[in-house]
Nanobody, 127 residues
Framework: QLQLVESGGGLVQPGGSLRLSCAASGFNLDYYTIGWFRQAPGKEREGVSSITGSGSGSIINYGDPVKGRFTISRDNAKNTVYLQMNSLKPEDTAVYYC??????????????????WGQGTQVTVSS
């Protein structure tokens, strides 16, 4: 059974950092794109970042609001994808979800293209 479990959320001050983890089980990451999405109260779910493949052949995308501050990476041995979030701002406050889709499905930053979802983890940026 394919499963995604996020962890690492919490409360952090503006300018701080957090690292989110998405542990995958029941499938091989080699054939899937993993995306990070977030949803703030009253707003639509938006794409944060995605990764397809590994190493120098990776295809990585970032949403404009997080470019230069967030970094996505993957550990194949642990079947886990990470989202390192630096220089956090109050507007980054949201529930963060990781999701998976087959790599051949296009539209890496569109949540409607993803079939499998984790339960979400809350990130709150506040002083």
């Amino acid at each position: 059974q394919l499963q995604l479990v996020e962890s690492g959320g919490g409360l952090v001050q503006p300018g701080g950092s957090l690292r989110l983890s998405c542990a995958a089980s029941g499938f091989n990451l080699d054939y899937y794109t993993i995306g990070w999405f977030r949803q703030a109260p009253g707003k639509e779910r938006e794409g944060v970042s995605s990764i397809t493949g590994s190493g120098s052949g990776s295809i990585i995308n970032y949403g404009d609001p997080v470019k230069g501050r967030f970094t996505i990476s993957r550990d194949n041995a642990k079947n886990t994808v990470y989202l390192q979030m630096n220089s956090l701002k109050p507007e980054d406050t949201a529930v963060y979800y990781c999701a998976a889709k087959l790599a051949i499905v296009t539209g890496n930053m569109n949540p409607s293209n993803y079939r499998y979802w984790g339960q979400g983890t809350q990130v709150t940026v506040s002083s």
